[in-house]
Nanobody, 124 residues
Framework: QVQLAESGGGLVQAGGSLRLSCAAS????????MGWFRQAPGKEREFVSA????????SYADSVKGRFTISRDNAKNTVYLQMNSLKPEDTAVYYC?????????????????WGQGTQVTVSS
């Protein structure tokens, strides 16, 4: 079992930055890949970014490439999402997810563990 706890959400103006954190506890072998998804009001949850434990494997949704950076501290089993140049369309609840496989994935169903989510609101 893995427990995920997100933090760092909030309200920011367009063009601003936020850094989300997700701390994983429990069986570390079940969180070899950690990812971020988001769900805006009235929309389906969508992939944002993911990173493999080694740090060499990362992937991003096209909508956030060049603005968001994912990283992880393996010693703390924590993943971060640095979000820069935020836009109103980035407003959503951001979820952290984890899976045992050593490869990134944009498929929601491939992640076994999920956090409760943290709200990010970008005002125009």
């Amino acid at each position: 079992q893995v427990q995920l706890a997100e933090s760092g959400g909030g309200l920011v103006q367009a063009g601003g930055s936020l850094r989300l954190s997700c701390a994983a506890s429990g069986r570390t072998s079940s969180s070899n890949t950690m990812g971020w998804f988001r769900q805006a009001p009235g929309k389906e949850r969508e992939f944002v970014s993911a990173i493999v434990r080694s740090g060499f494997g990362t992937s991003y949704a096209d909508s956030v490439k060049g603005r968001f950076t994912i990283s992880r501290d393996n010693a703390k089993n924590t993943v971060y999402l640095q979000m820069n140049s935020l836009k109103p369309e980035d407003t959503a609840v951001y979820y952290c997810a984890a899976r045992a496989a050593w490869a990134t994935s944009s498929s929601e169903s491939s992640y076994a563990y999920w956090g409760q989510g943290t709200q990010v609101t970008v005002s125009s």
